[in-house]
């Protein structure tokens, strides 16, 4: 009896063991800091290295055969305690926190970067296309 329960209680001990997962974290998002680091004529492997992940999506324009790849990038965003702003631990992150979830649209063409612009810098600059092309008129 104390052997089959012996073997019993090892099987039951196995199961769980091997019932196990590990679980892999792929990262959904880039940063500001790593959108500063692109410059333009880039190689489209220099960008997906370092944004630091794949586009989540891919646009292909026939016409002109240029690529669009979109990420979602998010800002760092740091409260301050008003009780601690003179110290500084205040300048110590321990625990980043991410703000405004936006899109970055990165234009490839001959399989190099041409252009590169988030959402909010697009509808910023609306204004300013508009004056350039008066300027030309």
Same mark, same amino acid.
């Given at each position: 009896?104390?052997?089959?329960?012996?073997?019993?209680? $090892?099987?039951?001990?196995?199961?769980?063991?091997?019932?196990?997962?590990?679980?892999?974290?792929?990262?959904?998002?880039? $940063?500001?800091?790593?959108?500063?680091?692109?410059?333009?004529?880039?190689?489209?492997?220099?960008?997906?290295?370092?944004?630091?992940?794949?586009?989540?999506?891919?646009?292909?324009?026939?016409?002109?055969?240029?690529?669009?790849?979109?990420?979602?990038?998010?800002?760092?965003?740091?409260?301050?305690?008003?009780?601690?702003?003179?110290?500084?631990?205040?300048?110590?992150?321990?625990?980043?926190?991410?703000?405004?979830?936006?899109?970055?649209?990165?234009?490839?063409?001959?399989?190099?970067?041409?252009?590169?612009?988030?959402?909010?810098?697009?509808?910023?600059?609306?204004?300013?296309?508009?004056?350039?092309?008066?300027?030309?008129?």
């Amino acid at each position: 009896m104390k052997k089959s329960l012996y073997i019993l209680s $090892t099987l039951f001990f196995v199961s769980l063991v091997s019932c196990t997962s590990s679980k892999m974290t792929i990262s959904e998002f880039t $940063t500001t800091g790593e959108i500063y680091n692109l410059e333009i004529g880039m190689s489209e492997a220099e960008v997906i290295t370092t944004l630091g992940l794949q586009p989540y999506e891919i646009q292909f324009n026939f016409e002109d055969q240029t690529k669009v790849l979109l990420w979602n990038y998010r800002r760092p965003h740091h409260e301050i305690n008003r009780d601690l702003k003179s110290s500084a631990s205040v300048l110590n992150i321990q625990n980043p926190q991410w703000k405004d979830e936006e899109i970055l649209h990165v234009h490839i063409t001959d399989g190099k970067i041409s252009n590169f612009y988030t959402k909010t810098g697009r509808s910023n600059s609306k204004s300013l296309m508009n004056e350039k092309f008066e300027l030309q008129n």
